[in-house]
């Protein structure tokens, strides 16, 4: 059986490129999700993306996992990060391993956005790197026994 990866995007990532590209760069989701879906795919594994603004909906895309697992979950949960109770609960209602990225180093930022509600339930954070990130996520993901 293939493994299976699935990478979530929280709000505002749907603007990679466009957003704040001092801080986020310029590249864009699709360009982010396509190297992921083809860097699987040439181990392969099966490499899912979503991306919602909604609280809501990236809680019910984590809940489905607990019928219809994946292997290993990569998530930037954005400004979500900082807030959301609800998707760390989620993430460990179904007990799966995750690892947390973000673009930005986020501790050489705002003191608000030191804070995770995920790193301590996470294998592993990554941040500061851009999208070498997702990659690096994905390599380890890929190399998880
Ligand atoms: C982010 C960092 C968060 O603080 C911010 O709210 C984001 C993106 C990052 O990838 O650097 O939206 O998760």
Redesign the pocket.
């Known amino acids: 059986m293939a493994r299976k990866v699935l990478v979530l995007h ?4 749907n603007l990679l490129g466009r957003r704040e590209p001092e ?2 760069g310029s590249t864009t989701l699709d360009e982010i999700n396509h190297g992921l879906v083809e860097k699987g795919r040439q181990s392969g594994a099966l490499v899912e993306t979503f991306q919602s603004n909604s609280e809501a909906d990236l809680v019910e895309r984590v809940q489905q996992l607990m019928d219809a697992p994946v292997d290993f979950v990569i998530i ?4 979500f ?2 807030t959301s109770v609800a998707i760390r609960d989620a993430l460990a209602a179904v007990r799966v391993p995750f690892m947390e ?6 501790f050489a ?1 705002e003191p608000f ?1 030191h804070h995770s509600y995920f790193t301590d339930l996470a294998v592993g954070m990554i ?1 500061g790197l851009g999208p070498r990130g997702y990659e690096l996520a994905l390599e380890y993901a890929l190399g998880r026994p």
């Open positions: 929280g709000p505002n990532l801080k986020y930037n949960p954005a400004a990060t900082h990225v973000h673009l930005s180093n986020v930022r956005r941040c």
